[in-house]
């Protein structure tokens, strides 16, 4: 097993002690969904949500446990883990499963965040979960107990973009992998994260090595299952589990997405960089290697994206008829809606967009991505760029319409440009279009911008796909549109309480190059989307779309990076099952 343990240690205590909330102590109380993995932060109703014998888990919610010594996040518990930190009022864990009751071994404790090991011998099941405080006890809280379900450590500390990995360099030389310092293809990466399976050491002490998981595990990435030479305890830290695999030839790019299948349940979804020179990777819908090299070093950058979007989207059937056609309710068949929209972004970008998921959020091309988000929330990105100053007004014109638009910046969301009137409908299409800001802004020169699109995707198979069988590939094909054009394939499904209300959501977002005619998502990708509520039978609650992508680059304005980008969408109400 490959050794780096202070780079480890630091790795771990970086993804787990962020984002905490000093609050007054009060009677402890756990958040709604508020017992997550650790590593992936995976929220409740999502299929990868559960907890793991043997792994580390956090429990949110207020008056959980003592405030931190000054300057410190946490009150970190020493070796051996005890069952009650700070010792001997403090804070405690346990879990109640069928007529087991199992305490957790604390990691550390604060006012609204607190983290654990789940024992090893807690049994499967759905259990109970409480915290006690300062002589007070929680009401308890739902808790899924399984055998396997990882979670990938990420950079960003919330479950999503680049993954914590390590690029092994030599037995005294590692990197963390980032787009500045990516991995080459053949190279051996060292992946952190939690939930792999139980262990039958003393898991109270820092960990023993050997492969932990069920028999079906996979290491995917691009696509491509990886060689894995470990995967298993980490041996500095108890809980904390490290993956030694190598990167598959063929792998390339900023964002290449890797995932991990153990005991049947897909991780979250997180990515490397990989780049056959070693270099800086280039992203194609985002800043090139000397744009993020410039970021690394700490320089701010400014990019601005002007966006124009004409979406298809048939109605919502509330039914599937026979042999699969469409039908509302009432046994009409499918109608369909078309939007036109335009929206001009200007933001400013400093380093933390290296740990982020992108400038469009998008994989690198010929692989997939999966997002996730509370409630019905559409997924977002934590990391947050600093608006710009554009001007006061920025005129757009041209296509099948050469309406001319004025976009103003939002009142309350600087840095975002629409129109103050509707778009003729037609506007976004064929054509050319210019973009103009005058005199600029405080933060933005004045440019001049055009491109010119060509023809757009056309989505083939969309009558045929009412039903998406989680458990098989789904094929996707369509009519190429312009040379060099990119296709999004997009799915999301939600996940609602028992009492139909919102619970979470999960979005997946594939990419692939226009000329290939077709894409096929992976069975990993469709399984981490919940399935169609049963509240809801023949009810399409699910949507997926095929979009084709043209980014023209622009300059001027003092920008380092201008696009101008055309979104051709062709979207369905389909049912997940």
């Not at 879990?95 to 654990?116: F, H, R």
């Not at 198979?461 to 789904?474: A, D, E, F, M, Y």
């Not at 939600?494 to 977002?509: G, H, I, R």
């Not at 190059?513 to 049963?534: I, K, M, R, W, Y």
């Amino acid at each position: 097993m490959l050794k780096q343990t202070s780079i480890r240690k630091s790795l771990l205590t970086a993804v787990l002690s962020a984002g905490f909330v000093a609050v007054a102590a009060a009677q402890p109380a756990i958040g709604t969904g508020g017992v997550l993995n650790a590593a992936s932060n995976a929220l409740s109703g999502l299929p990868n949500s559960a907890i793991a014998q043997g792994s580390i888990f956090l429990v949110y919610g207020t008056g959980l446990g003592p405030p931190p010594p000054t300057g410190a996040p946490v009150t970190y518990a020493p070796f051996p883990l005890p069952k009650v930190v700070p010792a001997p009022s403090g804070t405690s864990i346990r879990e109640t499963v069928g007529n087991t009751a199992v305490d957790a071994l604390m990691i550390y404790t604060s006012p609204a965040q607190i983290a654990a090991i789940l024992p090893s011998q807690t049994p499967v099941g759905a259990g109970q979960i409480t915290v006690s405080y300062a002589g007070a006890t929680s009401a308890p809280a739902p808790i899924q107990v399984v055998a396997n379900s990882f979670g990938i450590f990420t950079l960003n500390e919330g479950g999503s973009g680049p993954a914590a990995v390590q690029n092994y360099i030599s037995p005294v030389s590692f990197s963390v992998n980032t787009l500045t310092t990516p991995a080459k293809p053949g190279q051996t990466l060292i992946l952190y994260g939690t939930g792999l399976g139980a262990v039958t050491f003393d898991e109270s002490r820092p960990a023993q090595a050997g492969n932990v998981g069920a028999g079906d595990f996979e290491l995917d990435v691009a696509g491509i299952p990886a060689l894995v030479s470990y995967h298993g305890r980490s041996s500095c830290c108890s809980g904390l589990d490290q993956i030694n695999f190598q990167v598959p030839n063929g792998a390339d790019g900023c964002y290449v997405p890797v995932w991990v299948r153990v005991g049947g349940i897909i991780s979250n979804f997180t990515t490397i960089s990989v780049s056959p020179s070693g270099q800086a990777c280039t992203d194609p819908t985002g800043f090139g290697s000397s744009d993020l090299q410039k970021l690394a070093q700490g320089v701010k950058l400014k990019a601005g994206i002007i966006t124009l979007s004409h979406t298809t989207t048939l109605k919502a059937p509330t039914t599937t008829g026979f042999g699969g056609a469409r039908m509302t309710a009432t046994g009409s068949s499918d109608a369909a809606t078309e939007a036109d929209s335009a929206v001009a972004l200007f933001f400013g970008y400093d380093s933390g967009i290296i740990t982020s998921q992108g400038l469009n959020r998008t994989p690198s091309p010929g692989s997939c991505m999966v997002f996730t988000a509370k409630g019905n929330s559409a997924p977002a990105d934590p990391y947050h760029a600093t608006p710009l100053d554009a001007g006061v007004t920025m005129s757009l014109k041209g296509g099948p319409t050469n309406q001319p638009l004025q976009l103003a910046p939002l009142l309350q969301s600087p840095g975002i440009y629409i129109p103050g009137v509707a778009l003729v409908p037609g506007f976004v299409g064929n054509g050319r279009y210019t973009a103009v800001n005058g005199f600029g802004g405080h933060d933005v020169q004045g440019f001049a911008a055009d491109a010119t699109f060509g023809n757009p995707v056309l989505w083939s198979n969309q009558s045929g796909l009412t039903t998406v069988i989680r458990s098989q590939p789904l094929q996707i094909t369509w009519i190429p549109g312009s040379p060099g054009d990119l296709v999004e394939i997009t799915g999301t499904a939600p996940a609602f309480t028992a009492n139909l209300q919102p619970l979470s959501v999960a979005a997946f977002t594939c990419l692939a190059h226009s000329e290939d005619g077709q894409f096929t998502v992976p069975t990993a990708v469709l399984q981490s989307l919940p399935p169609n509520s049963p509240q809801f039978p023949g009810i399409a609650t699910g949507k997926l779309g095929v979009a084709g992508l043209t980014f023209v680059k622009f300059g001027g304005g003092n920008l380092d990076l201008g696009l101008f980008i055309r979104i051709m969408t062709n979207a369905s109400p389909v049912i997940y099952q």
